[in-house]
Structure formats: C-alpha cells, structure tokens
C-alpha cells in the first residue's frame, strides 16, 4: 500500500540532469567571458585565478534557480495530485475512483481523500542546488577552458600555418601583423600576432 505519490527515479535523474546542463551553460558563458576580459593568451595560472573569481561572482545571478533541481518533487508530490484529485482520480497514480466511490483506491490502495502539503523551500532544497550549481560551475569552467584551449590552438595552427608558405612571414614579412577574434562567447575579445612580438592580446579596459 501505497503512503503517497513518488517521484519516478526518471524524472529525479531528468531533473538533476537538466539543472547541472543549464549551470553548466550558464558557468561556461560566464568563464568564457571572463577570460576574454582578462588579457592572457596560453595557460597562467594568475590569470585563470583571476578569471574564475569573476565566474563565481557571477554565479550570484543564478541564486534565483534555487529550485531548479526540485520541479521533479514540486510537480510529481505537490502540483499533480490536486489536478488527478480534481478530475476524480487517485492522486498517486491516477486511477479513476470518483466513480467507485470507494475510500481507496483499487490499483495503488492509496486513501482517497489523501492531500498533498503545500510545498515549502528548505535546507534540503538548498542542498540539493548547492550540489547542482558546484557541478554546473565546474562543468562549464572546464568545458570553457577546453573551448579556449582549441580556440588558441586554431590560432597558433594558422600561424604556422603561414609560415610554411612560399612566400611567408619568414621570408618576405617580417613586420606582419595578424589580429584575431577569440570565439564565442567571447568574441568581443581580440589577439594580436606579431613576428617580433608573438601572441599579445588586446586589453578590453585600460591603456
């Protein structure tokens, strides 16, 4: 016999996998920026420090998600079962008993007058998304550094690219400069090449 509805194991994996995937985009736009606004080409361990900072500040704007990873909970043990209770069905499974007119329900013995509490936001809530957005946050810096990573490797590729050209950097333009544009999301952001020079990004702020 059943003591209420539950939530399918589906839904909760569901939840929790469509929680940490929307934290991860949101994280690996916010990283991605970061890095564009902060003036490094290459792994430095400064610069990331400085990068991942911004990110966390700006992990704040995702504090209003706080329930993102209990709408599996809110729906299945507190929003569905007064819609089956409305259209006479049991709200556990959703068998038809306003027509029986029986005290249980026949499939799930569920009592038929069984009402849900309202749902309240707690501690366990706030875990729940505590979890959600430290996996989100790693995530999306992790798939944001990868992208940064292939990004400078398609640059430092085209570099050499020209090299090995007859007539090349090396052999006909020794002042040549090239000036790319890192990708999205942080498109915004500009890297400049020189033979003398190498790879020096483009301050966003400041001289």
């Known amino acids: 016999m059943k003591s209420g509805p539950r939530v399918p194991v589906w839904a909760t994996t569901l939840g929790w996998c469509l929680a940490i995937l929307f934290l991860g985009s949101y994280f690996f736009v916010a990283h991605a920026v970061m890095r564009g606004l902060v003036p490094t080409f290459g792994w430095d361990a400064g610069d990331l420090a400085t990068a991942t900072f911004g990110t966390v500040a700006m992990g704040l704007g995702v504090v209003w998600f706080v329930a993102l990873a209990e709408l599996p909970e809110i729906w299945y043990l507190h929003r569905r079962p007064p819609r089956l209770m409305r259209q006479g069905r049991c709200p556990a499974c959703g068998h038809p008993i306003r027509e029986a007119g029986v005290d249980r329900c026949g499939e799930c013995g569920i009592d038929a007058s069984w009402l849900p509490t309202p749902y309240v936001f707690g501690w ?62 942080a498109s915004f952001s500009r890297v400049g090449w020189t033979t003398t020079d190498g790879f020096q990004p483009e301050r966003i702020f400041g001289p």
């Open 124 to 185: 366990k809530a706030a875990r729940r998304f505590t979890v959600a957005l430290i996996l989100g946050f790693l995530c999306g810096v992790l798939a944001a550094e990868v992208s940064i990573a292939v990004d400078e490797l398609r640059m430092r590729s085209i570099i050499e690219n020209t090299k090995s050209q007859k007539d090349g950097i090396a052999s006909n333009n020794s002042d040549l400069k090239i000036t790319f544009t890192r990708a999205w999301p």
